[in-house]
């Protein structure tokens, strides 16, 4: 079954940082990974995905991620952080059904002081 | 623009009141999702529409049902409001084989439970 992990519940970071949230995967043949950003009391709004080719995804709002297939990771990654980057961030895995469903991580909330 | 709309934002409703959300979408998209989404974790998926095909998830309640009578609309409906139903819920859509997974999420009906 298509899994994906999310290891921290919390990241800090300074503005102007470079910032990372962690997300580790588990499937069976070729993942469908997704990054998906939710702000308070909003639905989640997509910012990548990786189907195939470059292994570094580039998405909106400045944010790209790293597919590592030997590390099984899709970490989110952006350069520079803002104080309106502060959100609630979602991995999630295409199931391996014959549907579009979406295996979610737990969720990471990112918070970047000014 | 294309969208995904959900009517209301913001519902309030009394134990054990009957209550239905809605909604639409203008991309002609033929997968529609509902899910329940509470304080802050991961959304939960109670079900899907496939086309007409109706696809309810192992581990939804029967309090909850839904209803697609075209392409665009979807409703959900919570027969017996408890307070434990108190969420967000979501709305997404997707196109089979061709978004490929990714799904595109409305702005969320908060529900309240008096």
């Known amino acids: 079954a298509q899994s994906v992990a999310q290891p921290e519940d919390q990241v800090n970071v300074a503005e102007g940082n470079p910032l990372t949230v962690k997300c580790t995967y588990s499937?069976?043949?070729?993942?469908?990974l997704f990054w998906y950003v939710q702000y308070p009391n909003r639905g989640l709004q997509f910012l990548l995905k990786y189907i195939t080719g470059d292994n570094l995804v580039k998405g909106s709002y400045g944010f790209e991620a790293e597919f590592n297939k030997s590390q099984t990771s899709f970490h989110l990654k952006k350069p520079s952080a803002l104080v309106s980057d502060s959100a609630l961030y979602f991995c999630?895995?295409?199931?391996?059904?014959?549907?579009?469903?979406?295996?979610f991580g737990t969720g990471t909330r990112l918070q970047v002081f000014p | 623009d294309a969208m995904v709309i959900q009517n209301p934002r913001y519902q309030v409703t009394q134990f054990g009141k009957p209550v239905t959300l809605s909604c639409s979408q203008t991309l002609n998209h033929n997968v529609m999702y509902w899910y329940q989404q509470k304080s802050s974790q991961a959304p939960k998926l109670l079900f899907h529409?496939?086309?007409?095909?109706?696809?309810n998830e192992a581990d939804t309640p029967d309090n909850f049902q839904s209803r697609r009578p075209n392409t665009s609309f979807c409703f959900l409906d919570i027969r017996s409001p408890g307070l434990g139903d108190a969420a967000m819920y979501l709305c997404a859509t997707s196109r089979d084989v061709i978004t490929l997974g990714q799904q595109f999420f409305g702005p969320g009906t908060r529900l309240t439970v008096l």
């Open positions: 999630a895995v295409r199931d391996d059904g014959s549907t579009d469903k979406l295996i």
């Open positions: 529409y496939y086309d007409k095909d109706f696809n």
């Open positions: 499937v069976s043949g070729n993942p469908y």
